[in-house]
């Protein structure tokens, strides 16, 4: 892990890696800090930094704002258009799957349909079933996706909201996200994990999951 400092970073700011042919790579993992941009690499790169914020006219005043701006500058979740996100719009199972094999870097080219890669990838990596494509992810998929994605580290402490029983199994995903800060619920002791998940609330799970 380095550090590359910097000014004014924002969280469309990246890191772009630059092949010795000069060709480059967005790099999905940097993270921007208080002094510049944390990412990983494996032995020496060329780097540089640029902002690459996309700047949605739907999301200038949205509350998921710098966390859409993150994701989108890493081409993790895209806009419906180049100035629209749609940030309220429900998320489906098969766009979740896409969102986190690109994270990983899977090789997503080719297929019957535009998911099937990812739904493939997401079965072999035992991250989801693979059921019901078009469906709407549940808060609950959503978080237990992600965990399975990090190898389903365990958590220290146990799930409190009064929404998630003990045996589900979403219970081990919620208190590792609660203890990670990935999230706090939805108030009055909450989680709701029935509610679906928009791609306002997509970005934020990916940002403070990534951060």
């Not at 032995?43 to 989108?72: E, M, Q």
């Not at 389903?152 to 009064?162: C, E, H, I, L, Y």
């Not at 998940?197 to 951060?211: D, E, H, P, V, W």
């Amino acid at each position: 892990k380095v550090e590359i400092p910097g000014t004014n970073v924002k969280p469309g700011t990246v890191a772009v890696l630059v092949h010795p042919d000069g060709t480059e790579e967005i790099i999905k993992n940097s993270v921007p800090t208080e002094d510049g941009i944390r990412l990983t690499v494996n032995g020496g790169a060329t780097v540089k930094i640029v902002d690459n914020s996309k700047d949605f006219i739907d999301t200038r005043a949205h509350w998921a704002k710098d966390a859409i701006d993150f994701v989108s500058a890493r081409g993790l979740v895209n806009g419906i258009s180049d100035t629209i996100y749609a940030p309220n719009n429900s998320t489906t199972r098969a766009q979740l799957w896409t969102i986190l094999a690109r994270q990983n870097d899977a090789d997503l080219n080719g297929g019957n349909t535009w998911y099937e890669k990812a739904q493939l990838w997401s079965k072999n990596k035992g991250i989801s079933d693979g059921t019901e494509p078009n469906a709407a992810i549940n808060r609950a998929q959503m978080v237990t996706m992600l965990w399975r994605t990090m190898g389903q580290p365990t958590a220290t402490d146990k799930v409190s909201f009064a929404d998630v029983p003990a045996g589900s199994y979403y219970a081990q995903a919620v208190a590792w996200a609660i203890e990670n800060g990935i999230t706090a619920g939805v108030g009055n002791g909450k989680f709701d994990p029935d509610a679906a998940c928009t791609r306002g609330q997509i970005a934020t799970f990916l940002y403070r999951y990534m951060k």
